[in-house]
């Protein structure tokens, strides 16, 4: 079953991505300020602090009121948190900077985008050095509406939280029958969430960053913490302004770390009564029944039903009948394996998200930072309740294969796992895309340092000769038998796009990449040749290092070539064009070897290249471009069959009667 993955783009420092309807645009040259659109509708979301700077004697703001505004930082720490099937997360933390560039505070906002037409956002503003700011005026997020309009059914409201507004929304109608509504849990008090602070290490599942940003205390964190505090509508030509307001029109004295935090849901792009349900739903939670593991509480966070699992045994969780009919999200943690996760929704398969801590804590009082690397530690998976019985989400851990999202990776690391393994087959990064570290089962030390899995051109120059800004990734196998994806990019202009089709197949006794590598032209491509293939073996070009000591050139039809890479390397046999299928060694190394086969060009008769570099020993395989340039609309793919396999006592006679089985077979026969 196959399910395409909401994922972001980059352009520079800004992210973006669409995730159902809803269009997403964090900006990092403005605070990593958010736009959302859908349809005719866009609103632009950011914090607003008022206050009296006293930052600097002489500075031209000493004494006066100044707005401090999430924009004002062009240089804020965007991470993503979670891309896949099921939801796209995003962390932004920003400074806090008035207009002459004074730092008071930070800003804290995440979001958790859902396709069906619901957002979720976890707030955070602190202030720190309260002699900077004697006098706090104001503090919001504010929620402008363009394009569409919209209206509370009058003019402008205002309200406070708490008795004025019991259910906890602000419901705008547009002209169309849809809504818009700002929702809330709580007026004050957080999610919960349970700890234990006797056995370390006192969490069973680390809490949200929202729990930990500050030391305010958890029952006092929310919106209503002042008489001023409340929700407003400004009517703005065809739109408006919404605002969360915790503090306004006040004139207080900040204390010494002076916090305010805020959680919410918004709901776009659905009729007026489904809107209701939705806001209905987030705040009256079910209370599911759990076989094999434990129920733990509804995380208004993220608005997710945790369970935390009880054993490698089959585990299921059970709602009741729903008159809401409500899409519910469940995030089952404490996952025991390294092999394939399997769930079903009332007997129909699902395509959850697997998502890996990557043996990672995301705690910020502690400054330790590693690379994610784990395999799956939880799980979440979306299913629509039933309005006349019950139903009920199972999920089976068994022997084999999956691949796991590594949550707040930089590199948004996708790692396949397989039974058995303590580490990952290797690392393919949705940033660059590239699979790092490739290693055959049971190992730990890689065969390969890193392996493009994208069109380049041969030793690009530039950042437009390399096709890896992603575009579209799928994971369209998720094991038990197989990891298989889909990854599709652009290089910077657009002139051509790559399109590779990996599958990974178990094997116990190698690492199996069975890869189409497609390219098409969406503009001129002005070179003669395009590189469908590199293996980078080793991080270092120090022979010392390197753990193989020969490589094999074996085209269909033609004598073999043996190279011995510690020896002289010439370039008349260290280059060879071929046509239709060649095979491919390098031997010698004790962390497995490498084998490939280079099959079904097409057009058919599509001329290529091999060529092994003097300084890295990589292998670059490319295809003879014509006419050159090549104008757009012009296709070309590649098959290739890698392995890594054997060790160091693998013999020359081995590695070419593998070959001539393989030529043979059109298939890499180990």
Same mark, same amino acid.
């Given at each position: 079953?196959?399910?395409?993955?909401?994922?972001?783009?980059?352009?520079?420092? !800004?992210?973006?991505?669409?995730?159902?309807?809803?269009?997403?645009?964090?900006?990092?040259?403005? %605070?990593?300020?958010?736009?959302?659109?859908?349809?005719? #509708?866009?609103?632009?979301?950011?914090?607003?602090?008022?206050?009296?700077?006293?930052?600097?004697?002489?500075?031209?703001?000493?004494?006066?009121?100044?707005?401090? *505004?999430?924009?004002?930082?062009?240089?804020?720490?965007?991470?993503?948190?979670?891309?896949?099937?099921?939801?796209?997360?995003?962390?932004?933390?920003?400074?806090?900077?008035?207009?002459?560039?004074?730092?008071?505070?930070?800003?804290?906002?995440?979001? &958790?985008?859902?396709?069906?037409?619901?957002?979720?956002?976890?707030?955070?503003?602190?202030?720190?050095?309260?002699?900077?700011? +004697?006098?706090?005026?104001?503090?919001?997020?504010?929620?402008?509406?363009?394009?569409?309009?919209?209206?509370?059914?009058?003019?402008?409201?205002?309200?406070?939280?708490?008795?004025?507004?019991?259910?906890?929304?602000?419901?705008?109608?547009?002209?169309?029958?849809?809504?818009?509504?700002?929702?809330?849990?709580?007026?004050?008090?957080?999610?919960?969430?349970?700890?234990?602070?006797?056995?370390?290490?006192?969490?069973?599942? &680390?809490?949200?960053?929202?729990?930990?940003?500050?030391?305010? +205390?958890?029952?006092?964190?929310?919106?209503?913490?002042?008489?001023?505090?409340?929700?407003? &509508?400004? =009517?703005?030509?065809?739109?408006?302004?919404?605002?969360?307001?915790? #503090?306004?029109?006040?004139?207080?004295?900040?204390?010494?770390?002076?916090?305010?935090?805020?959680?919410?849901?918004?709901?776009?792009?659905?009729?007026?009564?489904?809107?209701?349900?939705?806001?209905?739903?987030?705040?009256?939670?079910?209370?599911?029944?759990?076989?094999?593991?434990?129920?733990?509480?509804?995380?208004?966070?993220?608005?997710?039903?945790?369970?935390?699992?009880?054993?490698?045994?089959?585990?299921?969780?059970?709602?009741?009948?729903?008159?809401?009919?409500?899409? /519910?999200?469940?995030?089952?943690?404490?996952?025991?394996?390294?092999?394939?996760?399997?769930?079903?929704?009332?007997?129909?398969?699902? !395509?959850?998200?697997?998502?890996?801590?990557?043996?990672?804590?995301?705690?910020?009082?502690?400054?330790?930072?590693?690379? +994610?690397?784990?395999?799956?530690?939880?799980?979440?998976?979306?299913?629509?309740?039933?309005?006349?019985?019950?139903?009920?989400?199972?999920?089976?851990?068994?022997?084999?294969?999956?691949?796991?999202?590594?949550?707040?990776?930089?590199?948004?690391?996708?790692? +396949?796992? *397989?039974? %058995? @393994?303590?580490?990952?087959?290797?690392?393919?990064?949705?940033?660059?895309?590239?699979?790092?570290?490739?290693?055959?089962?049971?190992?730990?030390?890689?065969?390969?340092?890193?392996? =493009?899995?994208?069109?380049?051109?041969?030793?690009?120059?530039?950042?437009?000769?390399?096709? @890896?800004?992603?575009?579209?990734?799928?994971?369209?196998? @998720? %094991?038990?038998?197989?990891?298989?994806?889909?990854?599709?990019?652009? @290089?910077?202009?657009?002139?051509?796009?790559?399109?590779?089709?990996? *599958?990974?197949?178990?094997?116990?006794?190698?690492?199996?990449?069975?890869?189409?590598?497609?390219?098409?032209?969406?503009?001129?491509?002005?070179?003669?040749?395009?590189?469908?293939?590199?293996?980078?073996?080793?991080?270092?070009?120090?022979?010392?290092? &390197?753990?193989?000591?020969?490589?094999?050139?074996? =085209?269909?039809?033609? =004598?073999?070539?043996?190279?011995?890479?510690? %020896?002289?390397?010439?370039?008349?046999?260290?280059?060879?064009?071929?046509?239709?299928?060649?095979?491919?060694?390098?031997?010698?190394?004790?962390?497995?070897?490498?084998?490939?086969?280079?099959?079904?060009?097409?057009?058919?008769?599509?001329?290529? *290249?091999?060529?092994?570099?003097?300084?890295?020993?990589?292998?670059?395989?490319?295809?003879?471009?014509?006419?050159?340039?090549?104008?757009?609309?012009?296709?070309?793919?590649?098959?290739?069959?890698? /392995?890594?396999?054997?060790?160091?006592?693998?013999?020359?006679?081995?590695?070419?009667?593998?070959?001539?089985?393989?030529?043979?077979?059109?298939?890499?026969?180990?």
């Amino acid at each position: 079953m196959t399910c395409p993955w909401f994922t972001f783009r980059t352009c520079g420092a !800004t992210w973006s991505s669409q995730v159902g309807r809803i269009e997403m645009e964090c900006d990092g040259r403005r %605070g990593g300020a958010l736009t959302l659109a859908c349809g005719p #509708l866009r609103l632009d979301v950011a914090a607003r602090v008022e206050l009296d700077c006293a930052y600097a004697g002489g500075s031209p703001d000493f004494g006066a009121t100044t707005t401090l *505004r999430q924009e004002s930082d062009s240089s804020p720490d965007i991470l993503p948190v979670e891309e896949g099937p099921e939801r796209l997360v995003l962390r932004t933390l920003y400074k806090l900077l008035d207009a002459a560039g004074h730092y008071h505070g930070d800003g804290l906002q995440e979001v &958790w985008l859902y396709p069906e037409g619901q957002v979720f956002f976890a707030f955070g503003l602190r202030l720190v050095d309260s002699a900077s700011h +004697p006098v706090l005026r104001g503090a919001r997020i504010e929620f402008r509406a363009t394009g569409q309009p919209l209206s509370p059914g009058g003019g402008g409201c205002e309200q406070p939280f708490g008795a004025g507004l019991p259910d906890k929304r602000l419901l705008l109608a547009a002209p169309d029958g849809s809504a818009v509504a700002l929702h809330w849990a709580a007026d004050i008090g957080v999610a919960p969430f349970k700890f234990d602070f006797q056995t370390p290490p006192f969490y069973h599942r &680390w809490p949200h960053l929202f729990h930990q940003w500050g030391t305010h +205390p958890w029952e006092k964190r929310g919106w209503a913490v002042d008489a001023t505090s409340g929700v407003a &509508w400004t =009517p703005e030509g065809t739109g408006g302004t919404a605002a969360m307001r915790w #503090l306004h029109g006040a004139k207080a004295t900040p204390s010494k770390e002076q916090a305010f935090y805020g959680l919410m849901g918004l709901s776009l792009g659905a009729p007026e009564a489904e809107t209701v349900r939705r806001v209905q739903a987030h705040q009256q939670p079910l209370a599911p029944q759990v076989a094999g593991g434990e129920f733990r509480y509804y995380d208004a966070v993220d608005a997710v039903y945790e369970v935390m699992k009880g054993g490698a045994g089959e585990m299921s969780v059970t709602f009741p009948p729903d008159p809401l009919e409500r899409t /519910a999200r469940v995030r089952v943690f404490k996952l025991c394996g390294r092999g394939a996760v399997l769930a079903e929704a009332d007997g129909r398969p699902l !395509t959850p998200q697997l998502l890996s801590f990557g043996r990672c804590t995301d705690d910020p009082l502690v400054p330790v930072r590693a690379q +994610p690397h784990g395999p799956a530690d939880e799980v979440v998976a979306t299913l629509r309740l039933n309005a006349n019985g019950p139903s009920r989400l199972l999920l089976r851990e068994t022997e084999g294969m999956h691949a796991a999202y590594q949550m707040r990776d930089a590199w948004r690391g996708v790692i +396949p796992w *397989r039974s %058995g @393994n303590r580490e990952g087959d290797f690392e393919f990064s949705l940033r660059d895309g590239r699979a790092r570290r490739l290693r055959k089962p049971g190992a730990t030390a890689e065969a390969v340092a890193e392996h =493009p899995l994208f069109w380049l051109l041969h030793c690009g120059y530039s950042p437009s000769h390399y096709v @890896n800004h992603l575009r579209e990734f799928e994971v369209t196998q @998720n %094991g038990p038998e197989a990891v298989a994806f889909r990854y599709a990019a652009v @290089n910077l202009g657009e002139r051509v796009r790559s399109e590779v089709l990996v *599958r990974l197949p178990w094997d116990p006794r190698a690492l199996r990449m069975e890869t189409r590598h497609a390219f098409t032209t969406l503009g001129q491509w002005e070179h003669g040749t395009f590189e469908f293939f590199d293996a980078f073996p080793f991080l270092s070009n120090d022979p010392a290092r &390197w753990h193989y000591d020969r490589v094999l050139f074996v =085209p269909r039809g033609a =004598p073999e070539r043996r190279i011995d890479i510690r %020896g002289t390397l010439d370039n008349g046999v260290s280059f060879m064009d071929f046509e239709e299928t060649a095979f491919f060694a390098m031997l010698g190394g004790a962390c497995g070897n490498l084998f490939l086969l280079v099959r079904r060009p097409a057009p058919c008769g599509t001329r290529m *290249r091999a060529h092994l570099c003097g300084c890295w020993i990589d292998l670059h395989l490319d295809v003879y471009c014509s006419p050159t340039p090549l104008p757009p609309g012009v296709s070309c793919s590649v098959e290739t069959d890698l /392995a890594i396999f054997g060790d160091e006592r693998t013999t020359d006679a081995e590695a070419l009667a593998l070959a001539e089985r393989s030529l043979a077979a059109g298939a890499l026969i180990l």
